[in-house]
C-alpha cells in the first residue's frame, strides 16, 4: 500500500514564524500536492509538484511556497505564519499517468497559528 | 463557477439502510474521471471509488457504487447497507483530461451520519 507521512498531526506556532510542513511518499510518486482543507470550503490546491524541483502554482499559493529537492519529499513552507493560515493542511502523491489518477493522502497536520 | 457541486451538507441514515450522496460536476472535458473520498473524524483522506468518463457502466467496490449520469453530469455515491463506520466526512473529486499530473478538484463534502 501506498503511503504518505505527514511529518506532524498537530502544530501550533506563533504570528511570523517561518513553518515547514513535511510529507514523504514511499511508492516512487512522481506528482504531490499540498491541499489546505477549512470547513465548508472543502480541499483546495495550494501547489502541486509532478517532479524534482519542479513546482505548480494551485488555487492559493499566496503566503506558500514549496521544496521538492527529493522525488519522496515534498515541503510546504509558509514564510511568514499569519493566524488566517490556520487550518489543516493535507499533502497527498499519486502516479504521474497512471489511469486513474486517484491521489493517496497523509494523515494530515492541524495547524494553529497564534 | 464550481466545477463539483455537494449540495448535502449533511446526510442521516439508519444502519443497514441504503444511502445517496449527490455530487454534480462541470467541465468541457470528454475525458475526466471522478472520485470519492471519504475521511474519518481522525483525518485521513481514504479513496473509495473511481468512475472514467469514458466506462460505460459504473463503477462498484464492495458497499459502494457510483451512480454515472453523463448526461446529468451528475456522479452520486450509493453505500448500501450502512454501517456505524461510515459516518465520516465524503468527497466528490474530478480529475479534468488526461491523467499527468492528476491535479484533483474537490466538492464541499457532505457529512454522513449513521443511526444506530
Known amino acids: 500500500d501506498v503511503k504518505v507521512t505527514q511529518s506532524s498531526r498537530y502544530l501550533v506556532k506563533r504570528t511570523g514564524e517561518k513553518v515547514f510542513l513535511e510529507c514523504v511518499q514511499d511508492m516512487d510518486h512522481e506528482n504531490m500536492f499540498w491541499y489546505r482543507q477549512d470547513p465548508g470550503l472543502g480541499l483546495r490546491l495550494i501547489y502541486f509538484?509532478?517532479?524534482?524541483?519542479?513546482?505548480e502554482k494551485g488555487d492559493i499559493p499566496e503566503g506558500y511556497s514549496v521544496s521538492r529537492e527529493k522525488k519522496e519529499r515534498f515541503s510546504l513552507i509558509l514564510e511568514s505564519a499569519s493566524t488566517n493560515q490556520t487550518s489543516m493542511y493535507l499533502c497527498a502523491s499519486s502516479l504521474y499517468g497512471s489511469s486513474r489518477g486517484a491521489q493517496h493522502f497523509g494523515d494530515g497536520t492541524r495547524l494553529s497559528i497564534l | 463557477a464550481q466545477k463539483i457541486t455537494q449540495t448535502q451538507p449533511g446526510m442521516f441514515v439508519q444502519e443497514k439502510e441504503a444511502v445517496t450522496l449527490d455530487c454534480t460536476y462541470d467541465t468541457s472535458d470528454q475525458s475526466y474521471g471522478l472520485f470519492w473520498y471519504k475521511q474519518p473524524s481522525s483525518g485521513e483522506m481514504i479513496f473509495l471509488i473511481y468512475q472514467g468518463s469514458y466506462d460505460e457502466q459504473n463503477a462498484t467496490e464492495g458497499r459502494y457504487s457510483l451512480n454515472f449520469q453523463k448526461a446529468r453530469k451528475s456522479a452520486n455515491l450509493v453505500i448500501s447497507a450502512s454501517q456505524l463506520g461510515d459516518s465520516a466526512m465524503y468527497f466528490c473529486a474530478m480529475r479534468e483530461g488526461q491523467t499527468g499530473a492528476n491535479n484533483l478538484f474537490f466538492g464541499t463534502g457532505t457529512r454522513l451520519t449513521v443511526i444506530p
Open positions: 509538484s509532478y517532479d524534482v524541483k519542479m513546482k
